[in-house]
């Protein structure tokens, strides 16, 4: 099996349309939100790796699992004297309603099970706006959605289908492919390739 990017697990809950339209489509706009999200991931990935406090910090750090299918670079891992393994991912804003956040640092935690052979319970979540951590256990039921969101996502890359736009307010005036993707333009459902086609013969 392929490996596809642990990130775009991500996408997929949020959106399956937006996750097609990344990765499949390869259209990509930046809004402020995901320009401080990228600044963000950037600077948790600064600097060299460092211990204290019987800690040892690992900074972008890269994992992946043939099982799961995936592969994807952790903002931070935690290596504790105790034998703890602790993934940590940066995130700006807020906690979410969904979870996407938890998904995408749960499928990190599973890849660096399988590369380190041990278990990790539990993992953090650092949000910009709060600037504090959120545990997040890594129970059976979050680990069968990392596998079942990745099998959805293999689906969708092999059927090379963007799926239908569905418009949902929040979500979609938050999208920074917003006028990419045109969910109000009559429900459209073919790819971005076809949407423009359709455009420019309108002008012609």
């Keep these: 099996m392929d490996l596809l990017p642990i990130s775009a697990l991500q996408h997929m809950l949020y959106c399956p349309r937006q996750c097609a339209l990344i990765h499949l489509e390869q259209q990509w706009s930046e809004n402020r939100f995901t320009a401080e999200g990228r600044v963000m991931h950037d600077k948790a990935h600064e600097g060299p790796d460092e211990s204290r406090e019987g800690i040892r910090i690992t900074r972008g750090m890269p994992v ?27 995130k700006r804003g807020k906690p979410k309603l969904h979870r996407a956040d938890e998904v995408q640092l749960c499928a990190q935690a599973m890849c660096l099970e399988a590369m380190l052979q041990c278990v990790i319970p539990r993992g953090e979540l650092f949000y910009g706006a709060p600037r504090r951590r959120m545990e997040v256990v890594f129970d059976a039921d979050l680990r069968k959605l990392v596998a079942a969101t990745s099998n959805d996502f293999h689906a969708m890359v092999g059927s090379g ?8 307010k929040q979500k979609c005036e938050n999208c920074s492919l917003m006028d990419i993707c045109q969910p109000l333009a009559g429900k459209h459902r073919g790819t971005v390739a076809d949407w423009f086609a359709k455009e420019l013969e309108q002008d012609l």
């Design 64 to 90: 992946g699992s043939e099982e799961l299918g995936l592969y994807g670079i952790c903002d931070v891992v935690e290596f504790h004297r105790d034998g703890r393994v602790v993934p940590v991912e940066y």
């Design 161 to 168: 289908v963007t799926p239908p736009a569905d418009y949902v």
